[in-house]
């Protein structure tokens, strides 16, 4: 049996918007019972709708705010995989010279 708690957005139904509010494209709509409506993205962060990763939350994937978001999130995640990837390279390359290092002294002598 379904939550009754958790009523997922219906595009046909216009929820209202919360605090009599207005303004443009909505990030996300609350299904709370207490407080249906549409959120901004002000609203979303003052609730920490993401932080506590609300069940009640749905996310308007219409508005350009979660492509830019996931678009940070994988120029970090690549940012990260590239420093590793240096770091890893520096280290191979300093033992490859260690390695050298001890051959050549010997065949100066």
Known sequence: MPDKRIVFHDPERRPQHMRNQTWGMPIG???????????????MKQHKCL????PFFVRNEQHNYWTQRDQSRQEKKEKKRRARLEEYMKEEIKLCLDSLAPDLYHRNR
Not at 32 to 38: S, T
Request: hydrophobic residues 15%; positive net charge.
């Open 29 to 43: 709509w609350c299904n709370h019972n207490k407080h249906r409506g549409k959120l901004s993205l002000k609203q």
């Open 51 to 54: 932080t506590k990763q609300c």
